[in-house]
């Protein structure tokens, strides 16, 4: 056996193979293959990595967001509200998930102490908000509001479910509203762009507006550059007396002096001292100036010192205190205060206004520390609301037949205010244009068992008395017929209502072709 086996190997020792060339191609064809998967794979290994990458680093993010919040539970929220820019983490790390940060811009603009942060918690999985001052490490998981449980590299998509903020109790409750709305510009520079509607230049998420246009997308019309306070309402009622008229404070170069983006409104007194209507993220308020830190002026050369030389000042020290140093968040704690403040006032909702005008107001009041602060309550309501005295032809008419003369009203009818907005009603002269539904039958005026004289008229006489007018001008609703007449003044009925006879005798006359 073995020497069988030693024979077969010696044999085939011998022997020659030939390699089939189709072979050859067929392994190097399998080689090829497997080279072309690697780079298929590795290529989609770094498309992949690419998209990460720019996720991360907010590639693919708004790189500015115009922020909303609610400020029931947690007062100095609304004071956050306004545009913030995308902060990037830097440079990727592997293994690091660090997202984008959002940064309150006016925090950037201003020498405030403090900004708002918009940023991401890993332990939370949640996007959260805070505010920290310079002198604190910002913590994105010491949160004042933060969004549900999420994954989401995008913070606008976590607006679709509820974030939640704490209230005096500490318990956790709905923050609303809440919006969140990509601001970039698409057509950066470009005239006429869309985003302005049509009426101004996109730069840097701001409408730069054409005449006649405000905002930051150019959304009104040129605000309203005169306030007083309605007639119909009463004053502001406090321990000192507050200003009804308010204007607005234009610069040299003709750009208004705002907060939050609106106008500001002021009543500048012989001292120097002024009250002031501003704007203060979500609510309108009115203060004073020695409610105001630094008076509420900041000149030029204190400007430099403040800012480090970093802002160009604008030749107007109440202009320099609400460009660079004004923030609404002072209102609830620090050392600014203010006496009013208005019913909300939603940015991008039916509610949005660039001025105050017909806003309820309340008194400001300083209620209880949250564990986000110092709260600022709303007292009793005031009666109180401002309009715009200045008038126009269509858009601020005078009212009562009032005529409008460069800005000013010229009331007719005996109705007064500064857009004639009181009808003369209740004042014992009978008055045809307010005898109507709508002023009560001039709020009695015409009617002899409902008409009250007054020191101006005396009741049933034109002017002081001199000349008789009687009641022929007399209307009230059918069911409330309290004065009847055939000829003249002969045979009249009046102090109490006609019953159903004499309601009958009416319609008899009538017939007849008699006048009543």
Known sequence: MGKRCKLDAQIIGKQYYKVDPMS???????SWKTVSLSMILGLFFFGWLTIVIFQLTGKYLCDTIFVNMGDDFVAALGTFNGLYDMVSPGVYVPFQERRVQYLERRSTETVSSGRGMFGYCNDLSAWTFRWVFEDEEYDPCAWVAKSPETDTFNILETVGDPWLVRDATSREVVLDPLRLICFDCENEGEENSDECGGGGTCSNAVCECEQGWYGLRCEFTTPCSALAIDARTDDFASTRDWASDFETVELENGELVEAYHRPVYIHEYDNGEYDAVMFTGRRWALTASDFLPHGGKVSDDELGELGGGAFPAVGDEIGNFFKYVFHGYKGYFDDLSVAFLSDNMDATTYQDSSSPVGFLWYRAETAERTPDGENQAFGKQVDAEFLCRVC??????CLYDGICNEGECQCSTDSFGKLCEVPPVKNGHCDTFFNTPQF????????????????????GAEEKGYVSRGYYSCHLPSEQWQHYSLDGDAGS????????AMRSLVVSELLQGKSV
């Open 392 to 397: 126009d032809g269509d858009a601020n008419p």
């Open 493 to 500: 009925y009046s102090g109490f209502a006609v019953d159903l």
């Open 440 to 459: 009560k039958y001039d709020g009695g005026d015409c009617c002899e068992n409902s008409c009250v004289s007054t020191p101006e008229y005396f009741c």
């Open 24 to 30: 050859r191609a067929g392994c190097l064809r399998r």
